[in-house]
């Protein structure tokens, strides 16, 4: 569904869908305070707060039925975007460590590794908000993250501006999304696979 802005709006369709009923007496189906929160927080955290391209009239729509549902939409950002814990920023001073400008600054590229989590006690969600973090660098149109998973893979996750376009660089390698947030799953060495990305994005820089 290339206008959601989160799995969330999809899950909150289908709820809506079994509330309403069908007329042949399928019962009714409504979303408690408690599911409004999670709703709400898997909106408000894939929007990025409401600030990302993928932010649409509809996600706001949205927002709105799910705050009357009864989601704490300040509890949720105080939680999801600004609460960080110390072991958190010590694996955000690693991975800024690995930050790498391409073409001038337009293009970021940054990894985290299974050995920064083992060595920040912390675990691969605590990066969520990393991606969100490097492409509000200034000058900064696409952003590359790699992250290490247990089997030695990288996940990869691609940002872009509304000028751009990562979906169809994750979907040549297997993977899906949409026009500004895109993702796949590679195998090899990173720096080499930086390169290629960041030789496959650039001309969009022109």
């Given at each position: 569904?290339?206008?959601?802005?989160?799995?969330?709006?999809?899950?909150?369709?289908?709820?809506?869908?079994?509330?309403?009923?069908?007329?042949?007496?399928?019962?009714?189906?409504?979303?408690?305070?408690?599911?409004?929160?999670?709703?709400?927080?898997?909106?408000?955290?894939?929007?990025?707060?409401?600030?990302?391209?993928?932010?649409?009239?509809?996600?706001?729509?949205?927002?709105?039925?799910?705050?009357?549902a009864g989601?704490?939409?300040?509890?949720?950002?105080?939680?999801?975007?600004?609460?960080?814990?110390?072991?958190?920023?010590?694996?955000?001073?690693?991975?800024?460590?690995?930050?790498?400008?391409?073409?001038?600054?337009?293009?970021?590229?940054?990894?985290?590794?299974?050995?920064?989590l083992a060595?920040?006690?912390?675990?691969?969600?605590?990066?969520?908000?990393?991606?969100?973090?490097?492409?509000?660098?200034?000058?900064?149109?696409?952003?590359?993250?790699?992250?290490?998973?247990?089997?030695?893979?990288?996940?990869?996750?691609?940002?872009?501006?509304?000028?751009?376009?990562?979906?169809?660089?994750?979907?040549?390698?297997?993977?899906?999304?949409?026009?500004?947030?895109?993702?796949?799953?590679?195998?090899?060495?990173?720096?080499t696979l930086?390169?290629?990305?960041?030789?496959?994005?650039?001309?969009?820089?022109?």
């Open positions: 569904e290339p206008v959601a802005s989160s799995a969330s709006l999809l899950v909150l369709r289908v709820i809506e869908t079994l509330a309403a009923g069908g007329g042949d007496g399928a019962p009714a189906f409504a979303v408690n305070a408690s599911m409004a929160s999670n709703l709400y927080a898997g909106l408000y955290t894939d929007t990025g707060g409401f600030r990302f391209p993928n932010t649409l009239p509809l996600s706001f729509e949205a927002a709105g039925r799910l705050v009357a989601a704490d939409a300040a509890e949720v950002a105080e939680r999801t975007l600004h609460e960080r814990t110390p072991a958190s920023l010590a694996l955000l001073a690693r991975v800024l460590d690995t930050f790498e400008y391409h073409h001038g600054g337009r293009l970021l590229s940054l990894r985290v590794t299974r050995a920064m060595a920040t006690g912390t675990v691969m969600a605590d990066t969520e908000q990393f991606t969100g973090l490097a492409s509000a660098v200034r000058g900064v149109r696409f952003v590359v993250f790699l992250k290490e998973r247990e089997d030695g893979a990288w996940r990869v996750s691609l940002r872009t501006d509304a000028a751009g376009d990562v979906h169809a660089a994750a979907s040549r390698r297997g993977g899906g999304g949409h026009r500004q947030a895109a993702g796949c799953t590679l195998a090899g060495d990173p720096a930086v390169a290629e990305l960041v030789a496959e994005l650039a001309p969009q820089l022109d």
